[in-house]
């Protein structure tokens, strides 16, 4: 088996779907677009309740101590807003889509770096990304990514109905975040412990949450620059383990 193989698809699936997405939303009314951006949010709302009740999770609880579960994701989300303040995530994702933008979508028809910025956030935010990729880079198959293929590709024509090219771009980040850990399973031959999968799975719920309120306009909450929160959950979790 082909390591990196799974991320060539999932990346190949999300362009595929905003190819096909731009090409349909362009024969929407704009008020149909933004009704398509508000349902997106809205289902977006719903994933991310479905990862924050990893919180309750018993494997998490017991491996912690006693109420530290919400502690190490609060934690997490604290330091890793101020370290992404310092170091500039969210405008150098704007930089770098504004860059695109120029390139690819010069006349600006459509919101590319929302598109961008959200799509590229939805699409890696997840233990599906990080346990696939392991797993692709460990040989010991890819079936966790080509399942993400599948439901990133159909997510990808929703919301590129709506927000253009910005979302294909989106398959550059994803495909270096998931190379990435591709070459982590290829290292360390291993997967995390459930626990600190876990608490991932709960900090990245909470950056979805963010996304859900910044797709229904209520509030444009800076996701990208919480993102470090992600990789320090199971961080800290590993170390509060310690305690138990």
Avoid: C
Wanted: without cysteine; proline residues 4%; positive net charge.
């Amino acid at each position: 088996m082909i390591r990196g193989l799974g991320t060539v698809v999932n990346v190949s699936t999300i362009v595929t779907g905003a190819g096909i997405g731009v090409i349909a939303g362009s024969k929407f009314k704009e008020s149909t677009r933004d009704l398509v951006t508000s349902t997106l949010g809205f289902v977006t709302l719903l994933a991310a309740v479905d990862s924050i009740k990893s919180m309750w999770d018993p494997k998490f609880i017991s491996s912690l101590p006693t109420g530290w579960t919400f502690l190490v994701v609060l934690a997490a989300l604290l330091v890793g807003t101020l370290l992404g303040l310092a170091l500039g995530i969210e405008p150098y994702l704007e930089r770098f889509g504004r860059a695109l933008k120029n390139r690819f979508d010069r006349h600006g028809d459509s919101p590319f770096i929302e598109g961008f910025v959200a799509s590229s956030l939805l699409f890696v935010i997840g233990p599906m990304a990080i346990l696939g990729s392991i797993s692709d880079g460990m040989g010991s198959g890819n079936q966790q990514l080509v399942l993400k293929s599948i439901l990133d590709g159909i997510t990808s024509i929703a919301f590129a109905a709506s927000l253009g090219w910005g979302v294909a771009a989106s398959a550059i980040p994803v495909g270096i975040y998931q190379f990435a850990w591709t070459g982590v399973g290829a290292i360390l031959g291993s997967v995390l412990p459930t626990y600190q999968i876990l608490a991932m799975t709960t900090t990245g719920g909470i950056l979805l949450l963010g996304i859900s309120l910044r797709l229904i306009r209520i509030k444009e909450v800076p996701v990208a620059t919480m993102l470090p929160a992600i990789f320090l959950a199971p961080i800290f979790a590993g170390l509060a383990h310690h305690f138990r």
